[in-house]
């Protein structure tokens, strides 16, 4: 199975911050992986998929970027509502992985 | 307007069997490339991609969990069900059905609110 470890686990950050986190696979996945955002107690929301296509009324502040194994989420500048929890996930071979997730805390 | 919302039990002993039902709404599963999937999320830990099921019937299973884990689907009622057998307290989540972007299987763009599932003596 395929393995996506994201860094850092956590992250502290200002609003209005350029924020960047990272996902690596194990073994290359082309361009099959999503960005999550997830509130505690709430399901998540897409945010990228297919490595950079951003997700239907996502703010453009939010961009992925990658291919192969490795992939960043970038956050222009930090807002409120952005302090979450975000998710890296492959697709390949009719099985999908998710990362352990980043904690973006306020500073 | 797509919308999936999960039912079942929210207390189970080890070792029994849980079904979660996945009722939605807004697509049906009898169209091609529609799927619907189950995640899970164990309190405080990461998203785990549990199983898929496909338009035309195809399933697809975790590496890990396959072994116990099945799903259905009932297209009249617009529904997709998941059982797990042999409950542990590990097993301990919220469990998701999510539906990936329409013709693109790479992200999950719909998810319910998701089920508490508490296994428990």
Redesign the interface.
């Known amino acids: 199975d395929i393995q996506m470890t994201q860094s850092p686990s956590t992250l502290s950050a200002s609003v209005g911050d350029r924020v960047t986190i990272t996902c690596r696979a194990s073994q290359s996945i082309s361009y099959w992986l999503a960005w999550y955002q997830q509130n505690p107690g709430k399901a998540p929301t897409l945010l990228i998929y297919k490595a950079s296509t951003l997700g239907s009324g996502v703010p453009s502040r939010f961009s992925g970027s990658g291919s192969g194994t490795e992939f960043t989420l970038t956050i222009s500048s930090l807002q409120p509502d952005d302090f979450a929890t975000y998710y890296c996930q492959q697709y390949n071979s009719y099985s999908y992985t998710f990362g352990q997730g980043t904690k973006l805390e306020i500073k | 307007q797509v919308t999936l919302r999960e039912s079942g039990p929210a207390l189970v002993k080890p070792t029994q069997t849980l079904t979660l039902t996945c009722t939605f709404s807004g697509f049906s599963l009898s169209t091609s490339g529609m799927c619907v999937?189950w995640?899970r999320q164990p309190p405080g830990k990461?998203?785990?991609?549990l199983a898929?099921i496909d338009w035309d019937d195809d399933k697809?299973y975790?590496?890990?969990l396959k072994t116990r884990l099945s799903i259905s689907k009932d297209t009249s009622k617009n529904q997709v069900v998941l059982t797990m057998t042999n409950m542990d307290p590990v097993d301990t989540a919220t469990y998701?059905c999510?539906r990936p972007?329409a013709g693109?299987?790479?992200?999950?763009?719909y998810?319910?609110?998701?089920a508490l599932v508490t296994v428990s003596s």
Do not use: H, K, V
């Open positions: 999937s995640i990461a998203l785990e991609w898929r697809f975790s590496t890990s998701y999510a972007i693109d299987y790479t992200g999950f763009d998810w319910g609110q998701g």
